[in-house]
């Protein structure tokens, strides 16, 4: 399935390897976010009911330079989690970069293979309970041919985080890409590209859309691993929601959640009581779609999907015995600092919406430790005189919030 195009893109990340990083920064830092985070799949994958001691057999496709491979694993690691996180990529030179991260680490949970997720069928590979495959599909000759190699992958049961490209938050990539195809042919030399990437980027107008974009910073601040991604990368396909949603299908998978849950939520921005009444019938790719519309600011969707035949793992927010967690969150800090008008405002890339927050907010949310089920924060806050169902009520309001965010999660069980 390789064409020149294919040639070029393995060529590129062999002369440099994505994203640039230095292992003699993992002393300073854990690079964390979406998807792959041990908290959001045991949340959104496996619906919070996949025992914590239930070794997790999982594939980064695509592992780069080991963002997500090193996350996972290391999650794994601090909590005394059993399981194996396999690194698969066909680039030598992202492998040394990720293995010298993993041993900077002293991380010994990582698999590291040489190869591409093509190959997936007839390798002997896998099953895995979760697979990541994040930035690989939109650069493939065929994206639906390598979903369907990772869902042939996939254990019965599992789950697969996706994060590929979105077109609206990408609004000026695309020109200055057609710009540099006539300037800077891909058959050229890959320094004497970035070179003239460079000098374009200087000399753009301010009337550049890519200029007027403040979400897109590789070109800026990435080296030459970052503008040669973002800007002479030679193949670069984008995924609008319904896109995305139909690629998901075929390969038979369906999305169950878009993160931040928020983000696709019109409601969260649109007041007007018509326009909420048109929307109200819309079903939820279609709200989604809407809101990527609206926003404008979506580089990049991020998705954990399901495979379609599978049942809703919707977590047991309703149980005493659950855990709550939050994602990069202090609950005692938080709930000091929530302001006194009943809401929550968050930002994401620019766009800013304020949440409602119950009553209890900061009760609950000074609580949340990592440790207390949900039926032990019930008891404390009846000893100081709250009521249970005024409790069940006032934790369902702030989980519509705090979910929808990302950020309010339920534990893997013990």
């Known amino acids: 399935m390789s064409d ?26 854990l690079v964390v976010g979406s998807p792959s985070h041990l908290r959001e799949v045991d949340h959104w994958i496996f619906g919070a009911r996949r025992l914590a001691s239930t070794p ?28 194996e996180v396999t690194w698969l990529d066909r680039s030598a030179a992202a492998q040394r970069i990720a293995r010298a991260r993993a041993e900077a ?31 690989v599909l939109h650069h493939l000759p065929d994206p639906l041919a390598g979903l369907r190699a990772l869902v042939g992958a996939l254990a019965p049961g599992g789950g697969i985080g996706l994060m590929v490209y979105a077109p609206h938050g990408r609004t000026g990539v695309y020109m200055l890409q ?12 890959p320094p004497a590209r970035i070179d003239i990437a460079r000098r374009l980027w200087r000399q753009a107008p301010e009337t550049a859309w890519l200029r007027r974009n403040p979400w897109l910073t590789d070109h800026i601040s990435g080296g030459d691993a970052g503008i040669y991604d973002l800007l002479l990368n030679p193949r670069d396909v984008a995924f609008t929601i319904p896109a995305l949603a139909a690629l998901v299908q075929a390969a038979g998978l369906r999305i169950a959640c878009l993160v931040e ?17 048109r ?18 600011n979506m580089g990049i969707h991020i998705a954990y999907c399901l495979r379609a035949e599978a049942p809703d793992p919707a977590p047991p927010w309703e149980s005493p015995e659950a855990v709550p967690v939050l994602r990069e969150m202090d609950g005692a800090a938080l709930a000091r600092g929530l302001p006194k008008d009943g809401t929550i405002p968050v930002s994401f890339d620019g766009l800013r919406v304020s949440l409602p927050m119950p009553r209890l907010a900061a009760a609950i949310l000074g609580r949340v430790d990592g440790r207390r089920p949900l039926g032990a924060i019930a008891d404390e806050l009846a000893a100081n005189g709250v009521p249970r169902e005024t409790f069940w009520r006032d934790l369902a309001a702030l989980r519509r919030s705090m979910e929808a965010m990302n950020r309010l999660l339920l534990a893997a069980p013990a």
């Open 279 to 296: 929307m109200a019938g819309l079903p939820p790719i279609e709200r989604a779609a809407l809101a990527e519309a609206i926003t404008g």
């Open 261 to 277: 849950p928020v983000r696709y939520d019109p409601d969260s921005y649109l007041s007007d009581p018509k326009l909420r009444a």
């Open 4 to 29: 020149a195009a294919d040639t070029h893109l393995a060529a590129q990340y062999e002369a440099y390897p994505y994203p640039a990083r230095d292992p003699r920064e993992e002393a300073k830092r």
């Open 56 to 83: 997790l057999r999982a594939l980064v496709a695509g592992g780069g330079t080991g963002d997500g491979t090193l996350m996972l694993a290391q999650h794994l690691a601090w909590a005394g989690r059993p399981g």
């Open 105 to 135: 680490r002293r991380l010994d949970n990582i698999h590291f293979i040489e190869g591409s997720l093509l190959e997936l069928p007839g390798s002997g590979l896998g099953p895995f309970d979760y697979i990541d495959c994040c930035g």
């Open 178 to 189: 057609d710009a540099l195809r006539l300037l800077a042919p891909p058959e050229e030399p």
